[in-house]
């Protein structure tokens, strides 16, 4: 794929299915994620690969969090059903490194261009991916699991597989709308 045409046509795709990637594609997914912008090469994140029954367990964290935190019932019968939502579940944690030359927005910063690396780089493959957020990757239960320390940051789930529906999302916005001018 074309790298303009990837950026241009690039989404996310929220219904995922089997199969997820292959052993090939996520070694091109490690390798995007590799190449992210890096300041002072201190490759500040780590990412866990949760599938097959590591999904379940997941699902078992999610749970314990949506009770622990008082969510409302709708969110605490669905936790458990959230890791499930696609054969491959990438957590994506910004480990911070105490760096002079290095502050920690940057750190983050890097994981999260990481991150769009390694969808972006699904996408080209021909699989689909989401990243997600939410009470989960601020849930300090869900952190405190996961070994975050409290200068780490949870980035986000990053969720791939098969698309399970075609659709092309049309943006709107105008070049006027989206840049301003100093």
């Known amino acids: 794929m074309h790298a303009l045409e ?28 590799l190449l992210a912008p890096d300041h002072g090469a201190l490759t500040p994140w780590q ?12 699902g078992e964290l ?29 957590i994506c944690i910004a480990k911070h490194t ?4 290095v502050p920690r927005i940057e750190q ?12 972006q780089a699904a996408f080209a493959q021909g699989l689909g991916g989401v990243w997600r957020t939410g009470h989960y990757a601020q849930c300090p239960i869900v952190k405190e699991e996961l070994g975050l320390t409290n200068e780490d940051e949870l980035v986000g789930f990053l969720y791939l597989g ?4 075609q659709h092309k999302k049309i943006r709107r916005l105008t070049p006027e709308q989206f840049f301003t001018h100093f």
């Open 162 to 165: 098969t698309p399970e529906i």
């Open 108 to 119: 983050v910063q890097s994981a999260g261009c990481a991150v769009f690396a390694m969808q």
């Open 62 to 90: 999610f749970y314990r969090s949506a009770i622990a935190s008082n969510l409302d019932e709708r969110n605490i019968e669905r936790a458990k059903s959230l890791a499930l939502r696609a054969p491959l579940v990438i």
């Open 47 to 58: 990412f866990i690969l949760v599938e097959g029954e590591g999904r379940d367990r997941l």
């Open 6 to 33: 990837l950026l241009l046509h690039r989404q996310s795709d929220a219904r995922l299915t089997q199969p997820g990637p292959s052993p090939e594609q996520l070694s091109i997914i490690q390798q995007a994620a």
């Open 98 to 101: 105490q760096n002079n030359k």
